[in-house]
């Protein structure tokens, strides 16, 4: 069942979903975004103990060095699982081989757009190579999982038929990717639906971010029956990124819909990711945001000091994340929130006082663009009358 005041559109048909996490390969790829091997290693170790089940550590075909800090990285694992990206040729497979990763990944592009532009083959000739590459890794130990790259563009019937082909090879799930995210919830939810009954295999969603809806499509995804969810940690990725871990995972959660992963740990996550990635987090990110839990509005304010739950949802509560509401003064403050500031700083905190001041915070926060702290409220209280400061606002607001 799902907290209090919290659903979706369409109910999840699974009471678990499972978390594939793709930040050291498809986060990696965001444009500018490099990781040592120290990080590298450091964020595969949160991503475990965070709890994802599954990590894609990296593409064992960009040659011995990244081969290497594969190895490194698959040593740092405990609980997930590591996985192997390939393309759909023999050689990568080969390559894998000497990671000592027994999960792969396989790509193949199966959009005719992509199937003819840029593999220059046929529908049918890219049939018969994932039957004999499959099996082929298979029959050296592999645990192979297929991902449809560009499936949003590719006819949904030669996805069942590809699916079928990797079932028959040994194949153990079909990844659905929205390569370009051109996808809407309604789109990403039927195209799903269509998918779980022709695709005889579980059903993995990937999506990317570049009309802000990857979160969204991954959730309805979901909810129509895709089982693994593909995700990075604050939503790195190519171009605009990916569906992001913490809100894939914390919205999941608040469904009732368990993913295994830690909430309260994610702030860490997210923070040691944006540091490796040179990716300072917006501040109103969800979730891990500096922002995220922090009210100035005077209205919000008022309301969660007389109780919480006026401006609190059980489902988003920030100590779930490990975090606090924070109260802070500004352009939109009123009396309440200012006379707690007041005092918390230990000024003058009378509702005269406080009354007296609004006007000059309102002028100040339009020139700095910022929340108000200690010593600048210091110093605007130090700008009031002293009759004013002693409780009597009818003397006038400023010095």
Request: with cysteine; charged share 20%; net charge negative.
């Amino acid at each position: 069942m799902s907290p209090a005041g919290f659903s979706f559109p369409f109910a999840p048909p699974v009471e678990a979903v499972t978390i594939c996490d793709t930040t050291l390969r498809d986060g990696e790829q965001t444009a500018g975004v490099a990781f040592s091997l120290q990080e590298k290693c450091a964020i595969a170790r949160a991503l475990d103990a965070v709890g994802v089940a599954e990590i894609e550590v990296g593409v064992a075909a960009m040659g011995h060095d990244e081969i290497a800090d594969i190895r490194a990285i698959r040593a740092e694992l405990r609980r997930a699982d590591p996985v192997v990206w390939t393309r759909l040729r023999l050689g990568d497979i080969d390559l894998a081989a000497e990671t000592g990763v027994r999960r792969l990944h396989v790509a193949i592009p199966t959009s005719d757009r992509q199937v003819e532009g840029k593999l220059r083959t046929t529908r049918a000739h890219l049939l018969e190579d994932t039957g004999r590459i499959l099996e082929a890794a298979v029959a050296r130990g592999f645990t192979v999982s297929v991902g449809a790259e560009d499936a949003s563009r590719t006819d949904p019937a030669f996805l069942g038929a590809l699916g079928h082909v990797a079932q028959r090879a040994g194949a153990v799930r079909f990844r659905v990717a929205d390569t370009l995210g051109i996808l809407n919830p309604f789109a990403a939810h039927s195209l799903v639906a269509e998918l779980t009954r022709q695709v005889p295999l579980p059903l993995e969603f990937h999506a990317h971010n570049d009309f802000g809806m990857a979160t969204a499509n991954t959730l309805v995804a979901a909810a129509a029956g895709a089982t693994h969810l593909s995700v990075t940690v604050n939503g790195l990725g190519e171009r605009a990124g990916n569906a992001a871990l913490e809100e894939v995972s914390a919205a999941m959660e608040a469904s009732g819909v368990a993913t295994g992963i830690v909430l309260r740990d994610l702030p860490s996550l997210s923070a040691l990711v944006a540091g490796a990635s040179a990716r300072p987090l917006p501040a109103s990110k969800p979730i891990v945001g500096e922002y995220a839990f922090t009210h100035e509005a005077g209205i919000h304010v008022d309301g969660l000091l007389k109780d919480r739950r006026t401006y609190e949802a059980e489902v988003i509560a920030p100590d779930r994340f490990g975090r606090t509401h924070r109260l802070v003064v500004g352009k939109h403050s009123g009396l309440a929130g200012l006379c707690k500031a007041l005092h918390d700083a230990g000024l003058p905190h009378e509702v005269g006082t406080a009354s007296a001041l609004i006007p000059l915070l309102r002028i100040w926060a339009n020139e700095f663009k910022r929340p108000a702290g200690p010593d600048d409220l210091a110093m605007l209280v130090g700008m009031l009358r002293p009759t004013v400061v002693k409780g009597d606002p009818a003397q006038g607001n400023a010095a």
